[in-house]
């Protein structure tokens, strides 16, 4: 079971909008609906920020939105604030062992 | 209001066990509604599921970590364990406990406990 791949960078300028890629196989993300995604700042605990692809905990901004196809996931924040800058990670339910697997995170840059 | 507080032996030696708990406060793990999990990030690098249980005794673990892990509930404390074998310094790590709901990990964690090993 490997971790999922995402891109070890992304920057913005304020306002602007990024797309962060999670990609994973038929084994996880591509068969499941629980796909997450966390944002942790430094030295900070991570929040959840998306559960089961799209949907959103009470309290997390709509700036932020998720979506899947096939095997990959994405993470959008849009109009990118100072405040948005972190480390985010994906995570996905694998089977058939039933188990959880992150991604290798990306670090968030707003210019 | 739901907490979770870590805590563990700070410093552990190659090849020991390292034991770690997890007090619930605000809400009772044998709560049908949510399973309860341990999450760990080595310093500077990603987060790993590592092991999660239900209050019924079922429990799921890392592939890659099934063969050193048992995770353990104790009811009448409101608490829960893992417990890591023969470890090395690859398990070096923050180590975090979790709620999951619906099958999503991390709706709550708790502030993390650091773990050291080194002779």
């Known amino acids: 079971q490997s971790a999922l791949t995402q891109p070890a960078s992304v920057s913005g300028s304020p306002g602007q909008s990024i797309t962060i890629s999670c990609t994973g196989t038929?084994?996880?993300?591509?068969?499941?609906?629980?796909v997450t995604w966390y944002q942790q700042h430094p030295g900070k605990v991570p929040k959840l920020m998306i559960y089961e692809v799209t949907q959103r905990p009470s309290g997390v901004s709509n700036r932020f939105s998720g979506s899947k196809s096939g095997n990959t996931a994405s993470l959008t924040i849009s109009g990118l604030q100072a405040e948005d800058e972190a480390d985010y990670y994906c995570?996905?339910?694998?089977?058939?062992?039933?188990?959880?697997?992150f991604g290798t995170g990306t670090k968030v840059t707003v210019l | 209001q739901l907490q979770l507080q870590e805590s563990g032996p700070g410093l552990v030696k190659p090849s020991e066990t390292l034991s770690l708990t997890c007090a619930v406060s605000?809400?009772?793990?044998?709560?049908?509604?949510?399973?309860w999990g341990w999450i760990r990030q080595p310093p500077d690098r990603g987060l790993e599921w590592m092991a999660s249980?239900?209050?019924?005794?079922?429990?799921y673990y890392s592939p890659s970590l099934k063969s050193r892990l048992t995770i353990s509930a104790d009811s009448s404390k409101n608490q829960f364990s893992l417990k890591v074998t023969s470890v090395t310094a690859a398990d070096t790590a923050m180590y975090y406990c979790v709620r999951l709901s619906d099958g999503v990990p991390g709706d709550v964690w708790g502030q993390g406990t650091t773990v050291t090993v080194s002779s």
């Open positions: 605000g809400l009772s793990i044998n709560n049908r509604l949510y399973h």
């Open positions: 249980l239900y209050y019924t005794g079922i429990t």
């Open positions: 995570c996905s339910f694998a089977g058939p062992s039933p188990s959880y697997v």
């Open positions: 038929s084994s996880d993300i591509g068969t499941s609906n629980l």
